[in-house]
């Protein structure tokens, strides 16, 4: 970590060495790891990292709930990031938080007490090179699959009563590991799905728990088996395939294509279908419990059965009906800063994944707000990309809402300006069919594209616009070719959140309005 590591890596000033972790920077192999319980293991927090990549070097720093590892390139480091951006990840069934250090690699030799990190880097590092092997020298040739060869699941759902997602199967599977990739698809009239785990071993013990299990109270049978093929090739990330290392790539208008490949490989057709015509068809989107709520923990080896909705009708249910029902438009956001929220702050923040329709902030629990998303499509959007961020100050949750649509108060219903409509509202992003907005949906970043810039506004005029919202600039420019463009750097993912809400449609002047949307580009 070059001269600026601390030589008192455990002793009292090194959060001030430190600090400048806490802000996310451009993006380093080194990555940062919070809020990590005392009693966690060198080798359990190696093997965050490893599904991504070598883990070359580690620093612990256990009195401070801290770790940072070194990943053997920029762009393992950068995938890992991306990946628990959407799937918060867990130490001891504890969250913890990862992000880009400032360092730019780790020289932990001379710092005390790193020894043991050492030993088990190494231990790690070769047990997880053996299984590796092992996985890319299966071939089909040589019969029944043993465990540990293959990380890739194939998931067979008997007994259809009710839809199963992508969204509850990645529940249930990341139980038992890190889900890398999923597809979905129907063959012989069976609702089919190949799941790539990060280790083939978290693919064995899948099967192993999984095998024969209900999703659902006497339906849903889950049929597991090791698939001949050793990687899988996602193209899209929709409803029907999606590729969590990936955020980047398009949703392919709901028609995901398979490689060649793999479609032979299982004898698909090259267009995975969906099992319901257009449907969203995600599980708590009908009223089922939150898959993520099964605890494999206290019934080990069992899924533990969700409870049918009140409103299901007895027996086996028509597809084309529940296709209907499961598409669900509004999305329940809790742990919202009371004091600083806003209908119109929540509007610009979710309408950077979809049309904001309605917006109520409850008037009783003014931690929760419900937001009323044009289509299920774009609510699902938006809870994949800003369920766990920060806002205000707080960590908030998205999930699906059990209603259909957000009422409007009566007239003369006390209300405090609580629930509005946004209808009509000229700042929708997504109105035009086609509009290139789709292609730019980002998730939340430190970095801002900015757009709609006047020819008479300069560098600082914004870096000063943004700085007295109360954000740190870090760094901006204009787009070479078009100086209505530009990007800045904010101090932190939490600030340009903050920016995005305060500065977009923003005046500055002859008839420009400030567009401010989440960048994949760093400065």
Do not use: W
Not at 238 to 249: A, E, G, H, P, Y
Request: charged share 15%; hydrophobic share 40%.
């Amino acid at each position: 970590m070059s001269s600026s590591t601390p030589s008192t890596a455990n002793g009292n000033d090194s959060s001030k060495k430190f600090k400048g972790d806490r802000s996310p920077c451009a993006p380093s192999r080194v990555l940062h790891i919070r809020k990590i319980p005392i009693e966690v293991t060198e080798a359990e927090v190696i093997s965050l990292g490893l599904p991504f990549g070598k883990v070359t070097n580690l620093l612990m720093l256990k009195g401070k709930n801290q770790a940072f590892v070194e990943m053997a390139s920029e762009d393992a480091a950068i995938t890992m990031v991306n990946y628990y951006t959407t799937a918060t990840p867990h130490l001891r069934n504890q969250p913890v938080f990862i992000q880009y250090s400032n360092h730019r690699e780790l020289k932990t030799d001379n710092l005390p007490n790193q020894a043991r990190a050492q030993v088990a880097l190494q231990a790690v590092n070769a047990m997880h090179s053996g299984n590796m092997t092992l996985a890319g020298s299966a071939s089909a040739s040589e019969g029944p699959l043993m465990p540990g060869q293959s990380p890739v699941l194939r998931i067979i759902v008997e007994n259809l009563f009710y839809p199963v997602s992508l969204e509850v199967l990645h529940q249930i599977f990341s139980k038992f590991g890190t889900v890398l990739k999923i597809i979905t698809f129907t063959k012989n009239n069976q609702f089919q799905a190949l799941l790539q785990y990060a280790d083939p071993m978290n693919a064995h013990h899948a099967r192993l728990a999984l095998d024969g299990q209900n999703i659902y109270n006497a339906c849903c049978t889950l049929r597991v088996e090791f698939s001949k093929l050793t990687s899988l090739n996602v193209k899209y990330n929709n409803d029907k395939s999606r590729d969590f290392t990936r955020l980047d790539l398009p949703s392919g208008d709901g028609l995901p294509i398979m490689d060649p490949a793999m479609a032979a490989a299982f004898g698909a057709p090259g267009i995975i279908s969906s099992p319901y015509a257009g449907a969203a068809g995600f599980a708590p989107a009908m009223g089922f419990p939150q898959a993520a709520g099964l605890s494999m923990q206290t019934v080990p080896g069992a899924l533990g059965h969700l409870t049918i909705p009140a409103s299901a009708v007895a027996g086996r249910m028509a597809m084309h009906s529940l296709a209907h029902t499961a598409m669900h438009s509004v999305l329940l956001v809790s742990n919202l800063n009371p004091d600083s929220i806003s209908p119109q702050g929540l509007f610009i923040l979710f309408g950077v994944y979809g049309d904001v329709h309605r917006v109520k902030i409850l008037f009783n629990k003014k931690e929760n707000s419900l937001i009323q998303m044009a289509d299920p499509t774009q609510a699902q959007l938006a809870m994949s990309h800003l369920n766990g961020q920060r806002l205000h100050g707080k960590v908030i949750r998205v999930t699906i809402s059990k209603h259909q649509m957000v009422q409007l108060p009566r007239e003369g219903q006390e209300d405090q300006g609580l629930t509005k409509d946004f209808s009509n509202s000229p700042l929708h992003r997504f109105k035009k069919p086609g509009s290139k907005n789709f292609q730019n949906i980002f998730p939340p970043s430190a970095t801002l594209h900015l757009s709609n810039i006047p020819p008479s506004i300069t560098d600082d005029d914004l870096k000063n616009l943004f700085a007295s919202t109360g954000c740190t600039v870090k760094a901006f420019k204009f787009f070479q070719k078009d100086r209505k463009m530009a990007l800045i750097q904010l101090g932190s993912v939490e600030e340009a959140i903050q920016a995005l809400i305060d500065l977009h449609n923003h005046d500055l002047g002859e008839n420009h309005h400030l567009r401010v949307s989440f960048s994949k580009s760093t400065i």
